[in-house]
């Protein structure tokens, strides 16, 4: 199984820009298709942005399409999540999580990814 290690949350100002890594071990990484999932206090977990095992397919929800962009780097084992223009509501925990995919296909259901990190917070203030 895969273990996963998060980094690079913090504090902003709306507008500015912040890089998450995942980095990732215990497992050969391109078997995962790679997700960034975010949760509020109160609120269900929502998915962010996927990307399958060799980068050739992505997703991304309507709220961050055209300010975040996913992409990997499976020489170093490592998924990112580069956020821009950042928004207030896009304050919460993010957390980088895995399926095990081997095929290739790109899940965007919550439930379908097995393997989490331990998240980390961004915070962005108005």
């Known amino acids: 199984q895969v273990q996963l290690v998060e980094s690079g949350g913090g504090l902003v100002q709306a507008g500015d820009s912040l890089r998450l890594s995942c980095a990732a071990s215990?497992?050969?990484?391109?078997?995962?298709?790679m997700g960034w999932i975010r949760q509020t206090p109160g609120k269900e977990r929502e998915f962010v942005a996927a990307i399958n095992r060799y980068g050739t397919s992505t997703y991304y929800t309507d709220s961050v399409k055209g300010r975040f962009t996913i992409s990997r780097d499976n020489a170093k084992n490592t998924v990112y999540l580069q956020m821009n223009s950042l928004e207030p509501e896009d304050t919460a925990v993010y957390y980088c999580a895995a399926d095990f995919s081997p095929s290739g296909a790109l899940s965007i259901r919550v439930r379908d990814y097995d393997y989490w990190g331990q998240g980390t917070q961004v915070t962005v203030s108005s």
């Open positions: 215990g497992d050969t990484f391109t078997r995962y298709t």
